[in-house]
Nanobody, 124 residues
Framework: QVQLVESGGGLVQPGGSLRLSCAAS????????IGWFRQAPGKEREGVSCISSSDSSLYYADSVKGRFTISRDNAKNKVYLQMNSLKPEDTAVYYC?????????????????WGQGTQVTVSS
């Protein structure tokens, strides 16, 4: 059974940084795609970044390009989202998710496994 657990959220001032972690377990392969999504109150869930199973493809939403970086530590079965130059509009609950296959995208509909989310609040 696939399980995803996010951690690393918190309160940070504008311009600050946070690193989110997604601990993954239950995959039948060592190679799996992961996406990061976020949902702010009253808004739809949006794709932030994703990494393919082979790490060969990385995608970012335009709103976070140049500020966020996705990476993976296979030895720890973790995927990270390094978030720099945070803005108040980055405030949301952040989720990591995995699709059934190797196809990776920023569309929430393509993902079937979801973590419980971690709150990120950017405020002075």
């Amino acid at each position: 059974q696939v399980q995803l657990v996010e951690s690393g959220g918190g309160l940070v001032q504008p311009g600050g940084s946070l690193r989110l972690s997604c601990a993954a377990s239950g995959f039948t392969s060592d190679y799996y795609a992961i996406g990061w999504f976020r949902q702010a109150p009253g808004k739809e869930r949006e794709g932030v970044s994703c990494i393919s199973s082979s790490d060969s493809s990385l995608y970012y939403a335009d709103s976070v390009k140049g500020r966020f970086t996705i990476s993976r530590d296979n030895a720890k079965n973790k995927v990270y989202l390094q978030m720099n130059s945070l803005k108040p509009e980055d405030t949301a609950v952040y989720y990591c998710a995995a699709p059934l296959g190797s196809y990776v995208s920023l569309r929430a509909l393509d993902y079937v496994y979801w973590g419980q989310g971690t709150q990120v609040t950017v405020s002075s």
